[in-house]
């Protein structure tokens, strides 16, 4: 019998209560494979799992069915003392059982479901009571804080980082890190002297202690930085303390950022507390970019409006045989100094609130031309960038149901790929958004995959259809005996989700073989074609490319 763990130590009664239940249940039941997974952030977890054949394994994502295509199984709810619902356990095997035995096997698991939810809530009231007592601890005992903010100290959040995601492990818990910048700090200390500094982190640390109580755990992780853990807590609980910061700080005319991230299975909290620095990054960079030029703004909307911008396309084949799948649209802006890639305008775009505008161009220029194609390639497919922004004067669905009707082309002939980096913390209302363009029937496809960003809750939450290897994946596959073989797993895993595989950045024909060999049926790159306009296309459509079988 197999518990298959992550390599942490479990060490809480309730780990050992619940390992100790779940190999009870699997020897006696007649159901060897037993699951106690817990819902978090609308996300299913095993947080304990006895499975003979060791698929499952502790603190994987399952879905809420899972079991249901096995011959007998059963599940019983785990509720906290104050009734709300923890989790279940969820039984089931191969082997058909008697309904007698099932229900047997039914109260028995009941009855273990109210003992480890009882076990569970004191657990979880311990745990609470420990993090407010280390927070009164620092607040009293001297020499405990950071002798400016009264937080805790850089040392102390590095500890309680280990621990709290030590519990989030075990018990599935929910967490995210916010961490704040002010941001005028040194200036001050340079224009006013350092006593202006230190008052102002005083301020900054009254705050931040006022608001987190003592169910929060805050610390100073720098000289201009104050860091915060949040364990247990819903979305809207997340968003209404990262609200009080900014009004607070807003009110007390304390300039700061603030990056906020929510735990993920995959990184744990320190993944978390990385991803809320990088937003601060990205929110520092566009504070001190350079005001934008205003003439050149309104080139950029004349251009878009006009057709300066045009679509170039390079196309997707199929690995085996070399026909043109599908082909990508790419935005190109024709200049008097000549044509100017996405690299030389995209930032323009963004700071002028202009992505929205950029998508619908491209869009109906690739949907126009792929009309065309579709003559040459009956079933060939466009696939188009989605990036957004809080400017966009058209919604999404909009745009793409009224392009299809335009240019009389089927929803399935279209593909819209999202940048991984972008699906993380995705808004909702974009998602939303998202979720409605798939059901008309077009495919969606998480473009730079493995780069680090995207979860699998990414994968899930989204319908996704398909993924793109980033092209770094793609250079690994001809290096060594290791990098391959981490390819192979990404192909395959997707592959066995239901996804479509392309592997983009393909420039030499050993590299498509190999690809072919570790399972990847389609690509793009300059091996096969260069981005080039819709009027030279055609005759790259008309034969394959390559064919290395």
């Given at each position: ?62 879905t ?35 309904q007698?035995?099932?229900d ?68 599935g ?39 987190l109580?003592?169910h ?27 609200l ?11 300039s ?13 909290l ?17 504070r001190y970019a350079?005001t934008?030029?205003l ?50 305008f995209l930032?323009?775009?963004?700071q002028?609130?202009?992505l929205?505008?950029?998508?619908d ?8 031309h ?5 003559h ?21 669905l ?6 299809l ?14 940048g ?32 680090g960003f ?42 066995e ?32 074609a ?20």
């Amino acid at each position: 019998m197999k518990s298959m763990t992550n390599g942490a130590a479990h060490d809480t009664n309730f780990s050992r209560a619940s390992l100790g239940v779940l190999a009870h249940l699997s020897a006696t039941s007649g159901l060897p494979t037993w699951v106690l997974a817990r819902t978090t952030g609308g996300i299913n977890h095993a947080i304990a799992v006895v499975d003979p054949s060791g698929t499952i394994r502790n603190h994987q994502q399952v879905t809420p069915d899972i079991g249901t295509h096995a011959a007998s199984r059963l599940t019983a709810p785990i509720h906290l003392p104050n009734g709300d619902a923890f989790g279940e356990l969820i039984g089931f095997g191969n082997a058909a059982t008697s309904q007698t035995i099932i229900d047997e096997t039914r109260r028995e698991a009941t009855a273990f479901a109210i003992v480890l939810g009882a076990l569970a809530g004191s657990e979880r009231t311990l745990a609470a009571e420990r993090r407010a007592a280390e927070q009164r601890v620092t607040e009293s005992v001297p020499g405990a804080a950071d002798p400016l903010t009264s937080l805790a100290t850089r040392q102390d959040w590095e500890q309680r980082l280990r621990r709290d995601e030590h519990y989030c492990d075990e018990f599935g818990e929910s967490a995210a890190a916010i961490v704040v910048e002010l941001n005028d700090l040194k200036r001050s200390n340079e224009l006013h002297g350092h006593q202006a500094g230190d008052d102002q982190l005083r301020a900054a640390g009254r705050m931040v202690r006022t608001i987190l109580g003592d169910h929060h755990f805050g610390a100073r992780l720098s000289g201009d930085r104050i860091g915060v853990l949040m364990v247990g807590m819903s979305e809207a609980e997340v968003s209404q303390i990262e609200l009080a910061m900014r009004h607070a700080f807003a009110e007390a005319d304390i300039s700061i950022n603030i990056g906020l991230s929510r735990r993920h299975h995959e990184t744990g909290l320190e993944g978390a507390v990385a991803e809320a620095e990088d937003h601060l990054e990205e929110a520092h960079t566009t504070r001190y970019a350079p005001t934008t030029d205003l003439t050149e703004v309104s080139a950029l909307e004349q251009a878009i409006e006009l057709g300066a911008i045009t679509a170039y396309f390079q196309p997707i084949v199929d690995l085996r045989t070399g026909a043109v799948v599908a082909i990508e649209a790419l935005a190109r802006w024709q200049t008097r100094d000549g044509v100017r890639e996405p690299d030389q305008f995209l930032k323009l775009v963004q700071q002028a609130g202009l992505l929205g505008a950029l998508f619908d161009r491209i869009l109906d220029d690739g949907l126009m031309h792929l009309a065309e194609f579709r003559h040459i390639v009956p079933n060939l497919v466009l696939t188009v960038n989605f990036e957004f922004d809080t400017k966009m004067d058209n919604t999404l669905l909009a745009s793409v149901k009224a392009m299809l009707d335009k240019h009389k082309v089927p929803a399935d002939a279209l593909s819209i790929e999202l940048g991984e980096r972008q699906t993380f913390e995705l808004p909702s209302a974009i998602r939303a958004e998202l979720v409605a363009v798939a059901d008309l029937g077009v495919q969606l496809v998480l473009d730079d995959f493995g780069t680090g960003f995207a979860s699998l809750e990414t994968l899930t939450s989204l319908p996704i259809s398909g993924v793109k290897l980033d092209r770094r994946f793609t250079s690994q596959v001809v290096n060594g005996d290791r990098e391959p073989v981490v390819v192979k797993a990404m192909i395959a895993m997707a592959t066995e989700a239901g996804l479509s595989v392309i592997a983009e950045g393909i420039e030499t024909q050993l590299q498509c073989d190999r690809l072919v060999r570790l399972g990847c049926r389609l690509g793009q790159g300059y091996l096969f074609a260069l981005p080039q306009p819709a009027d030279s296309l055609s005759t790259v459509l008309s034969a394959p490319l390559v064919s290395t079988f």
